[in-house]
């Protein structure tokens, strides 16, 4: 290893300065050795490392684009988390509105033609007729349908009442489900034939329908909500109409469900009217005992 070699191990300036002092002896002596040529390359290569340095402000600056682009890259995350939480909501929203409606139309074409035995009490005739209850705010009727068992389950009662929503703001659709039993279980709804409300034509009576917590909202925030029923008049030539209270002893013809949301938002699937056929045309079939012919 040669003089400066061993030199450049230390700091650059005190190579520098060991270089300085031999050349000065170089001088005196008057000899121009090889040690001094290569003191002369030492230090110049002591200048050029010096000069590979980062100064303070090209450190800051640095920092500072290190620092922008890590808030770009936090805005930009922020910004896409937020745009995927609005879809997803709007999804699921969509999809709610949907599910609704389709419950609904399975719900009301699974209707069935059964019989209720109503029981005769003070003020109201006793009788066995057609369990359908269609009232503007409340409808009862017996379906295949129900959301506890689907469409293969065991025949269900179903009560659907519109009732004010949360805090008085609009009108929300609840839906009760009991198990149908027979003409004589269904009689507990009803109260028999009495006078229609505002002096209308008699029809059944039934009790009102009561709100628990086994009852499942379907739709929510509605600026309105109601029923009606469509009657095929007689002659078929003459134009059916729509009635707000069914009392005939036979199922309607279809059942439209009017709603309308009470914010609406144009950049979703809204709760709209649902016109629903009643496709069942046959009257119940009658309840005779079964008789054993062996």
């Known amino acids: 290893m040669t003089f400066c070699s061993s030199v450049l191990s230390y700091k650059c300036g005190a190579c520098t300065r060991a270089c ?33 340095g980062v100064t303070l402000i090209e450190l800051l600056i640095a920092v500072l684009l290190l620092s922008l682009l890590s808030v770009g890259i936090v805005l930009t995350l922020r910004v896409a988390l937020s745009a995927m939480n609005k879809s997803g909501s709007k999804l ?17 074409e699974g209707i069935m033609p059964v019989t209720a035995d109503c029981q005769a009490r003070p ?3 006793g009788a066995t007729l057609m369990f359908f209850q269609g009232e503007p705010q409340s409808m009862r009727l017996a379906s295949t349908y129900s959301l506890q068992q689907g469409e293969r389950g065991l025949p269900m009662i179903l009560e659907f009442q519109v009732i004010p929503g949360e805090d008085q703001q609009g009108v929300r659709l609840v839906v009760n489900e ?30 009102p329908i009561g709100i628990g917590p086994d009852s499942f909202v379907l739709v929510d925030k509605l600026a309105y909500c109601r029923f009606s ?38 950049g979703r699937l809204q709760s709209v009217t649902l016109t629903i056929p009643v496709h069942v045309t046959r009257l119940p079939l009658p309840m005779e005992p079964y008789e054993n012919e062996n």
């Open 178 to 207: 009991h198990w149908y039993t027979g003409p004589r279980g269904a009689g507990i709804y009803c109260l028999g034939i009495g006078a229609g409300p505002d002096g209308g034509p008699p029809g059944p009576v039934f009790a």
């Open 229 to 266: 029923f469509r009657d095929l008049r007689t002659p078929p030539a003459e134009a059916p109409i729509w009635v707000q209270r069914w009392v005939k002893p036979v199922l309607p013809n279809a059942i439209r469900i009017e709603m309308a949301p009470l914010a609406p938002d144009l």
């Open 20 to 52: 300085r002092v031999h050349t000065r002896v170089n001088a005196r002596v008057g000899t121009d050795s090889e040690r001094s040529h290569e003191c002369e390359r030492g230090t110049q290569e002591c200048v050029r490392h010096s000069r590979k």
């Open 92 to 108: 699921m929203a969509n999809r709610r509105v949907s599910s609704v409606e389709r419950i609904l139309d399975q719900e009301i």
């Open 123 to 125: 003020g109201v005739v």
